[in-house]
Structures are given as structure tokens and as C-alpha cells.
T-cell receptor, first 109, second 117 residues
Framework: KNEVEQSPQNLTAQEGEFITINCSYS?????LHWLQQHPGGGIVSLFM???GKKKHGRLIATINIQEKHSSLHITASHPRDSAVYIC???????????FGQGTTLQVKP | DTEVTQTPKHLVMGMTNKKSLKCEQH?????MYWYKQKAKKPPELMFV???????INESVPSRFSPECPNSSLLNLHLHALQPEDSALYLC????????????????FGPGTRLTVL
């Protein structure tokens, strides 16, 4: 079993829809990161969470440490949100990021 | 300035060539990272430098040789690569890296797309 499981793997949405991407992990973490990667390569860090909830514009990230689960929500989705979203818990043991396989999101106009 | 720059953007090299990838940041970060990413896969950590010292080498073949000449610069020297080494090479930096301490936000460069013929 992978240390990090993301779902869904692929997601297609219509513009304006509310989107949720889930992440479950099995390792001890110091913080959990959500990353966004657009076609062409560049990775942007969206959130770093160690508890509770964070909001940035239309993006919301939540984490439940006891259940080892995090979610990324996108409200009022837009075609420019189309990207790969990666959940990456930071191991409390090694200090390394453990990357999920990513969720490929396509938002259609 | 929250930018990490990488040069070159694209690199094509033969198996007998020697080349270098360069990464630079001016955010005062003391941790820098090299990742390798194959198509449709997540990044794989290769090396971590902390305060200009190599802290993690993820059993990377010796044909990849990292170098951190100062706190702003990170190089990856390439020699005698194989076609399976073709990938996107990403550099990242963060304020600090320390085992057992919270993982800082990492700032990624745009990557160098390497093709080995």
C-alpha cells in the first residue's frame, strides 16, 4: 500500500463547479503540502498545513491529523485551474516530502 | 524575489557528453533540493543540501554529481548519462531543512527538460 493515496486520479469538471480532491496518508507527518503543477513543468506550493483549515482565494485546504486525511477544495472552478494537484506529506522522521501520484484536473468552459 | 531560476530550460546530450544544470535563488534559503520527474509521475528526490552541505543522497548513480558552491547556487553535473535518465530535473529551495523538524514550503524552479540520446 502506498504511503500517500490521492483520489480521484483524474477529474473533469464544468466551469463553476465545486471540486474536492482527497489525500490519505499513513506516515507520521510534521506538515502536509498541496502543490500545483501546470503542463510544462513548474510546481507551485499552494498550502502547507499542520492542522485545521487554510483558505487562499478560491482554494481551501483542510487536514484531520487524527484521521490522517486532507482535502483540497476549489470553489467556482475555472479553466485556468486545470493542472495536476499533488498532495505531499512531510515526513516527521526524515524531513522529506512524500509525494502522492497526483490528481489531473481538467475544467471545461 | 520568490523565484528559483534554472538553466538551461532544455538540454539534449549524448551519452558521452559532460554537461551541467544550474539553479539559483536569492531568497536567503539555506536548503536546496534536486528532484527528477518522469512523465506523469510525481517528483523523486535526488539530493538535499542544507547550509551548503550535502545532507541527503537518495542512492543516486555517480553519473549525477551535485555541487553547492554557495548558499544561492546549486549545480548538477552530468556525465555518461543513459537514455533512461531523460526527464524533467527540478530544483527547489526552502528556508531550512532539518530531519525531524517541520517541512518548510519548497519553492520550485521551472525545471530543465533533459533528453539523453
Amino acid at each position: 500500500k502506498n504511503e500517500v493515496e490521492q483520489s480521484p486520479q483524474n477529474l473533469t469538471a464544468q466551469e463553476g463547479e465545486f471540486i474536492t480532491i482527497n489525500c490519505s496518508y499513513s506516515v507520521g507527518i510534521s506538515a502536509l503540502h498541496w502543490l500545483q503543477q501546470h503542463p510544462g513543468g513548474g510546481i507551485v506550493s499552494l498550502f502547507m498545513l499542520s492542522s485545521g483549515k487554510k483558505k487562499h482565494g478560491r482554494l481551501i485546504a483542510t487536514i484531520n491529523i487524527q484521521e490522517k486525511h486532507s482535502s483540497l477544495h476549489i470553489t467556482a472552478s475555472h479553466p485556468r485551474d486545470s493542472a495536476v494537484y499533488i498532495c505531499a506529506p512531510g515526513s516527521s522522521n526524515t524531513g522529506k516530502l512524500i509525494f502522492g501520484q497526483g490528481t489531473t484536473l481538467q475544467v471545461k468552459p | 524575489d520568490t523565484e528559483v531560476t534554472q538553466t538551461p530550460k532544455h538540454l539534449v546530450m549524448g551519452m558521452t557528453n559532460k554537461k551541467s544544470l544550474k539553479c539559483e535563488q536569492h531568497m536567503g534559503h539555506r536548503a536546496m533540493y534536486w528532484y527528477k520527474q518522469k512523465a506523469k509521475k510525481p517528483p523523486e528526490l535526488m539530493f538535499v543540501y542544507s547550509y551548503e552541505k550535502l545532507s541527503i543522497n537518495e542512492s543516486v548513480p555517480s553519473r549525477f554529481s551535485p555541487e553547492c558552491p554557495n548558499s544561492s547556487l546549486l549545480n548538477l553535473h552530468l556525465h555518461a548519462l543513459q537514455p533512461e535518465d531523460s526527464a524533467l530535473y527540478l530544483c527547489a529551495s526552502s528556508q531550512i531543512w532539518r530531519r525531524g523538524v517541520t517541512t518548510d514550503t519548497q519553492y520550485f524552479g521551472p525545471g530543465t527538460r533533459l533528453t539523453v540520446l
